[in-house]
């Protein structure tokens, strides 16, 4: 995950203060999150699949479809 959440959060133009303010996180529970010392819990993960328009199995390398459907 740590690569993926860099990854979308870089491509965003996002700081990692402004993704720890979007879902109530300090900058260091991002940092922790994004250098994998620090696995998000299953809310943040959702916040953060909503945040960057992605599915939490993309977001956790379980796939590579980024896209989220609502069919």
Do not use: C, W
């Amino acid at each position: 995950m740590k690569t993926r959440l860099r990854e979308l959060r870089e491509a965003s133009g996002m700081t990692q203060e402004s993704v720890a303010s979007v879902i109530g996180r300090t900058k260091q529970a991002v940092s922790l999150y994004e250098i994998g010392t620090r696995e998000p819990n299953v809310q943040n993960l959702i916040k953060l699949a909503d945040l960057f328009h992605v599915t939490i199995d993309y977001l956790v390398k379980r796939s590579d479809e980024n896209n989220v459907s609502f069919t």
